[in-house]
């Protein structure tokens, strides 16, 4: 299948481990971000969002933080499993005029046993 | 069931080809979205659409046209003036890009032969 990520930034954790993932993102005022992950040769798939009047927000086993002073996304998984080995994608809406969705560099997240 | 479908998987071109990609939704999405991923990095924007009969160049618009004469369609045509146009290429669709995940599809795969 497809590989991505062949040259993104890898972060290796071992399994049971907690993992986080960061993003800076662009535009002060963009107000709506998403975490996607993205298997080899798939589209992405959402994982969680947070809008920018929240600091934090949870699900299932993942938290993202949003520091908006700097700029900054975060992705925290609790007890990785191989399952989550992927590339992560943050992404904001870039408000202004027209809406766009752009998307931060990404991680490789490489669950070892 | 209701999603978004590309199509096709994979596409071979010549040099000097013209190729259309095709995207459909029915998830009476108003927003959609193109990007290109190259091995190693994000994903770019290409081209949006926030609405029937209207779209916006991305970031890397340049080699590329769009139509939008339906909500559910947005065909992306790759021309011969993309000078590079292997890559994988995901559209991707939403209610509302200010406050609502986008779902993609599972990408084309374009390879100039």
């Known amino acids: 299948g497809e590989s991505v990520g062949l040259h993104l930034p890898t972060l290796s954790v071992q399994e049971g481990d907690n993992s986080i993932i960061n993003c800076a993102y662009s535009n002060s005022a963009s107000d709506y971000f998403i975490w996607y992950k993205q298997e080899s040769g798939k589209g992405p798939q959402f994982i969680i969002d947070?809008?920018?009047?929240?600091d934090k927000r949870q699900g299932q086993r993942v938290t993202v933080l949003l520091n908006k002073t700097v700029k900054h996304l975060s992705l925290q998984i609790a007890a990785t499993q191989p399952g989550d080995s992927a590339v992560y994608f943050c992404a904001e809406n870039y408000a202004g005029g027209y809406n766009k969705l752009i998307f931060g560099a990404g991680t490789r997240l490489a669950v070892h046993p | 069931d209701g999603g978004i479908t590309q199509s096709p998987k994979y596409l071979f071109r010549k040099e000097g080809q013209n190729v259309t990609l095709s995207c459909e939704q029915n998830l009476n999405h108003d927003a959609m979205y193109w990007y290109r991923q190259d091995p190693g990095q994000g994903l770019r924007l290409i081209y949006y659409s926030q609405i029937v009969n209207d779209f916006q160049k991305g970031d890397i618009a340049e080699g590329y046209s769009v139509s939008r004469e339906k909500k559910e369609s947005f065909p992306l045509t790759v021309t011969s003036a993309q000078k590079n146009p292997t890559a994988f290429y995901l559209c991707?669709?939403?209610?509302?890009?200010?406050?609502?995940?986008?779902?993609f599809g599972q990408g084309t795969r374009l390879t100039v032969v």
């Open positions: 991707a669709s939403s209610i509302d890009p200010r406050t609502d995940q986008a779902f």
């Open positions: 947070i809008r920018s009047n929240m």
